[in-house]
């Protein structure tokens, strides 16, 4: 799939979705936004740090340089 039929699918505005790294930057978006939900709605604690764990994660691949 090329990038702009992925962002298609995942109903993303193609013009967000120009490279890899800028879906990198739609998860950790996502995530950001997903956490004060989850703890609005009561969701384990284990649950919303491994969702911020992964968002962490994301954010230092971002960072990375190779």
């Keep these: 799939m090329t990038l702009e039929e992925i962002a298609i699918y995942h109903r993303i505005n ?5 490279t890899k790294d800028d879906a990198l930057k739609v998860g950790v978006k996502s995530i950001r ?3 004060p939900i989850m703890e609005k709605r009561g969701v384990g604690k284990n649950t919303i740090n491994d969702i911020k764990k992964l968002g962490l994660f994301f954010q230092d691949v971002i960072k990375s340089t190779s």
Excluded at 14 to 18: I, K, S, T
Aim: no cysteine; net charge neutral.
């Design 14 to 18: 193609p013009n967000n979705l120009n």
């Design 33 to 35: 936004q997903l956490v």
